[in-house]
């Protein structure tokens, strides 16, 4: 890459700050909160707000009822393709759906709102920055006159808050896009090559209902389910000794994450159901880890045999492990990023899953990166006033864009 496509490249990122500001905000402002997961209102509103930059957007709406089976209303994903020349096809994927807001913001979870150089707002961190970010690199490409060969290509699903099976997994196994490599949503500083999979079971646990007067002619599923949870959280003490050899991963976890159940106060419940999330290193075997959290809480079960306990799987996300093509991604996304982000930045794992694994199963090697927080906590992501410095959405703008250029040979 000559130092006058560097330059180009800058020079659009710089002089468009407002725009992909504006881009990032509108976003931002649309719901797309999942659960519900109706999205399709979302995924509209940003097809059209890339296709007011000039960008070409197919529009693949999943059946109603594959969206009812992943847990969702509704959802359309979007693809945007450029090529270039004959070469590569690389895909960035990032997601459009967010978590509810919840309770505690001091800014307007919709909002996005400005305050000292940070933009407020759920998705600003997680991940609509990314798509902000993927399309204003693409643009940046393009207008820098670089002779690129290859492709890319932005897919923005609306499903990685419910695993991700009909966003990012759909898109591959209906052959609507066959790259030969990905980088998907992440962190401005830090590239991720490996993370965490995750196995979320749901316990149910079902008694008999009694006048609360007379408790002992119900059986109290509550009763149940606290032997099981006594004992998970016993267990999960445990974890703590299994630690990843891939730094920045950490030891497998653990959490409660729902519970209902009961009828009313003075009632002997007969049904409490609860869902837990367990992580699971790259070194882990996914089956033998749901082997092992069945097991215990079958031992724990045993000890109120009076009550009918059943566990159902609702995900299992595999690990993402390093390939050595996505190391050498890596290592060209951390080049640039160490010179734009001022300091030296290294490929490592993260304690989360993503819609990476679906990329990496279908044998397309991914690295992550882009315009995400230096971390979860700074960010808020997953919580309230969640927040991103627009200054890192635009370094790591052109962090990507340099990264393209270098993998499809500008010139």
Not at 165 to 174: F, N, S
């Amino acid at each position: 890459m000559t130092p006058a496509i560097e330059a180009a490249i800058r020079a659009f990122v710089e002089s468009n700050r407002d725009a992909e500001t504006r881009f990032l905000a509108a976003i931002v402002k649309i719901p797309s909160d999942n659960p519900p997961g109706d999205c399709d209102p979302s995924a509209a509103a940003v097809a059209r707000l890339l296709e007011g930059l000039g960008l070409a957007v197919e529009r693949h709406k999943v059946p109603e009822a594959l969206a009812k089976a992943a847990g969702m209303v509704s959802a359309t994903n979007l693809i945007v393709r450029r090529r270039f020349a004959a070469g590569p096809t690389i895909a960035l994927n990032a997601h459009g759906d967010v978590v509810p807001p919840g309770t505690g913001w001091t800014q307007d979870p919709y909002g996005g709102k400005i305050v000292d150089g940070w933009m407020y707002g759920r998705g600003t961190a997680v991940s609509k920055s990314d798509i902000a970010a993927y399309a204003f690199a693409l643009l940046a490409l393009e207008r820098s006159d670089a002779a690129l060969r290859g492709a890319i290509e932005l897919h923005v699903t609306f499903d990685e808050e419910a695993g991700g099976e009909i966003g990012p997994r759909y898109i591959l196994e209906h052959g609507l896009s066959k790259p030969d490599l990905a980088i998907g949503a992440g962190f401005s500083y830090a590239v991720v090559t490996a993370h965490d999979g995750c196995l979320h079971l749901e316990v149910e646990a079902l008694g008999r209902s009694a006048h609360a007067a007379k408790p002992s002619t119900g059986i109290d599923a509550l009763e149940a389910a606290n032997a099981i949870l006594t004992a998970l959280y016993a267990w999960r003490r445990s974890l703590g000794r299994r630690v990843s050899a891939i730094p920045g991963v950490g030891s497998p976890q653990m959490t409660v994450g729902l519970i209902s159940g009961g009828v009313n106060t003075n009632v002997v419940p007969d049904r409490v159901v609860f869902r837990l999330d367990r992580r699971i290193i790259p070194e882990e075997d996914p089956a033998e880890v749901e082997k092992e959290l069945r097991a215990v809480i079958a031992e724990a079960a045993k000890t109120r045999a009076e009550a009918n306990v059943t566990v159902r799987r609702i995900l299992l996300a595999e690990p993402l492990t390093p390939t050595p093509a996505g190391e050498k991604l890596a290592a060209a996304l951390c080049r640039h990023a160490s010179r734009i982000m001022g300091e030296t930045i290294h490929a490592s794992g993260a304690p989360l899953y993503t819609d990476a694994r679906h990329y990496a199963k279908a044998g397309v090697p991914i690295a992550l990166y882009g315009a995400g927080p230096r971390s979860i906590e700074e960010a808020n992501a997953h919580r309230a006033d969640e927040r991103l410095p627009l200054a890192d959405l635009f370094k790591a703008t052109e962090v990507v864009a340099l990264t393209l250029a270098d993998w499809l040979g500008a010139k």
